[in-house]
């Protein structure tokens, strides 16, 4: 079992940066690939971001790439989630995920654990 604690999400204006923090309750993440996933109100999940259980393959989704960056740090088992020059378009509730296949996959169904959730909002 793998739990997943978000923090770092709040009210921005447009612009701003804001850095998302994954806490895992397990050493077993450490095998565990990561990704970031977002949903706004009326609308579908989405991925944002992912990352290989070691670190070396990451994944984006267009729109964010060149502003957003994954990373992770094994030894405290945490994933982090950089998000630069932010839009009003990336208001959405921002959920961290493990998968145990140990890929930086894009796919949500590839994802067994979940955290509760982080808002971010930015405004114009």
């Known amino acids: 079992q793998v739990r997943l604690v978000e923090s770092g999400g709040g009210l921005v204006q447009a612009g701003d940066s804001l850095r998302l923090t994954c806490a895992a309750s397990?050493?077993?993440?450490?095998?565990?690939?990561m990704g970031w996933f977002r949903q706004a109100p009326g609308k579908e999940r989405e991925f944002v971001a992912a990352?290989?259980?070691?670190?070396?393959?990451?994944n984006y989704r267009d729109s964010v790439k060149g502003r957003f960056t994954i990373s992770r740090d094994n030894a405290k088992n945490t994933v982090y989630l950089q998000m630069n020059s932010l839009k009003p378009e990336d208001t959405a509730v921002y959920y961290c995920?493990?998968?145990?296949?140990?890929?930086?996959?894009?796919?949500?169904?590839?994802?067994?654990?979940w955290g509760q959730g982080t808002q971010v909002t930015v405004s114009s």
């Open positions: 990352i290989s259980w070691s670190g070396t393959r990451t």
């Open positions: 995920a493990a998968t145990l296949t140990g890929q930086a996959s894009v796919s949500w169904s590839d994802y067994s654990y």
């Open positions: 397990t050493h077993t993440f450490s095998n565990a690939g």
